[in-house]
Structure formats: structure tokens, C-alpha cells
């Protein structure tokens, strides 16, 4: 079954501290990941994406990685802002249909302390 | 930012009205999608388009349905609404061959 992990569910961290996000996932065959940001009441945002062939990838203050072999990513956020408050989602997209279907994570609720 | 917008953003309605939540799209994207999201909870396929014409079902069951007359506009119905109904509905969209969605601020449906 396919699916998409994230960890930890929810984290406080204090304005200007760094923080890392987890993703494991079990979607196959694998085409692409993204990481989303969804403020509160809105739509999710691309950060990133990365392909099969790349471990590494900078957005900003954003830093993606992937190891596909572990089939496993992080998101690492620098220097937090206040505005950096939301939910950050991890998808993953398959190459075995047409649709391109996106397998969804729960997300892990950020929330940056002044 | 997408130009893919919804309306309404908000709603609150009675048990058994029926309701239009609307998604437009001028990005000229022939895939459209809707999910359904529950706080902190994963989004849930619904419905989604390949383009004018076609409507498919997603992963999760639901009693809404869809139309596409227009390339911009994927409109959801329900026809009866239940308190079973209250969730948040995000429309998005994404061009033919490129797989990343871009999603619409979303409505926040309440059924009393």
C-alpha cells in the first residue's frame, strides 16, 4: 500500500532556531516529492520538488533532501521566522498511471515562538 | 502565486440545502481535482478532470458530484447536505504532463 509518513505531528520551536522535518514514504513506483507549506485556512504551496536522481535541493531558508534508497526526505528550515508557522505536507507522486496520482502526508504542524 | 480561486471561502449552512462550492482556474490547465481535508489529517481525492467532458471519482467516496463544461471551471455540487459534510474542499489544478498541482485557498463547509 502506498503511503506517506511524517514526523513529528506537531513542533514548537522558538523564533530563529532551525528545525528538521521527516517524511518516509512506500509509494512505488516512485516519479517525484514535494514538500507543501499550508498556512491556516489556505491552500498548499510548493517548496520543492525533487526527482529520483537528486538527494539535495534549496528553496530560501528551505533545504529539501531525499534518499531514495531509504525512501526517506527531510525538510530543514533555517533561522525560523514567525511566518514560518504552518503546516508543512510531504507528497509524493507515482509514475505507474496517467493521472500522476499524489500520495499525501498528514503533515507536521509548525509553530515558531517569538 | 496560482490563479486558482474558490468560492465561497466560508459556509454555514442547514442540514439537507443543496450547495455549489465554486473553482476557476486561469491558468488554462486541462487537470482539475477536488479534496476533501479534515484538521490534521491527510487531503483525500474526491473527484478530479482530464478536461471538458470528464469526470472521474477519486480515492474517497463521496456523495458530491462534479461537472467540466469549461476548460476554467470545475464546479461541486451536493446536492443534500449532512453534518457528515463539514470538512474543508480544495480545488486544484495542474497542466497535461506536468504533475504538480496547484491548489486553490480552499472552502471551509459547516452543515448544521
Known amino acids: 500500500k502506498n503511503q506517506v509518513e511524517q514526523s513529528p505531528q506537531s513542533l514548537i520551536i522558538l523564533e530563529g532556531k532551525n528545525c528538521t522535518l521527516q517524511?518516509?514514504?512506500?509509494?512505488?513506483?516512485?516519479?517525484?516529492l514535494r514538500w507543501y507549506k499550508q498556512d491556516t485556512g489556505r491552500g498548499p504551496v510548493s517548496l520543492t520538488i525533487?526527482?529520483?536522481?537528486?538527494n539535495t535541493k534549496s528553496n530560501g531558508r528551505y533545504t529539501a533532501t531525499l534518499d531514495a534508497d531509504t525512501k526517506q526526505s527531510s525538510l530543514h528550515i533555517t533561522a525560523s521566522q514567525l511566518s514560518d508557522s504552518a503546516s508543512y505536507i510531504c507528497?509524493?507522486?507515482?509514475?505507474?498511471?496517467?493521472?500522476?496520482?499524489?500520495?499525501f502526508g498528514r503533515g507536521t504542524q509548525l509553530t515558531v515562538w517569538p | 502565486e496560482a490563479d486558482i480561486y474558490q468560492t465561497p471561502r466560508y459556509l454555514v449552512i442547514g442540514t439537507g440545502k443543496k450547495i455549489t462550492l465554486e473553482c476557476s482556474q486561469t491558468?488554462?490547465?486541462?487537470?482539475m481535482y477536488w479534496y476533501q481535508q479534515d484538521p490534521g489529517m491527510e487531503l483525500h481525492l474526491i473527484h478530479y478532470?482530464?478536461?471538458?467532458?470528464?469526470?472521474e471519482k477519486g480515492d474517497l467516496s463521496s456523495e458530491s458530484t462534479v461537472s467540466r463544461i469549461r476548460t476554467e471551471h470545475f464546479p461541486l455540487t451536493l446536492e443534500s447536505a449532512r453534518p457528515s459534510h463539514t470538512s474543508q474542499y480544495l480545488c486544484?489544478?495542474?497542466?497535461?504532463?506536468?504533475?504538480?498541482?496547484?491548489f486553490g485557498p480552499g472552502t471551509r463547509l459547516t452543515v448544521l
Open positions: 486544484a489544478s495542474s497542466q497535461e504532463g506536468g504533475n504538480e498541482q496547484f
Open positions: 517524511c518516509n514514504y512506500t509509494v512505488s513506483p516512485f516519479s517525484n
Open positions: 525533487m526527482t529520483f536522481s537528486e
Open positions: 507528497v509524493v507522486s507515482d509514475r505507474g498511471s496517467t493521472l500522476g496520482r499524489l500520495y
Open positions: 491558468m488554462g490547465h486541462d487537470k
Open positions: 478532470s482530464y478536461g471538458v467532458n470528464s469526470t
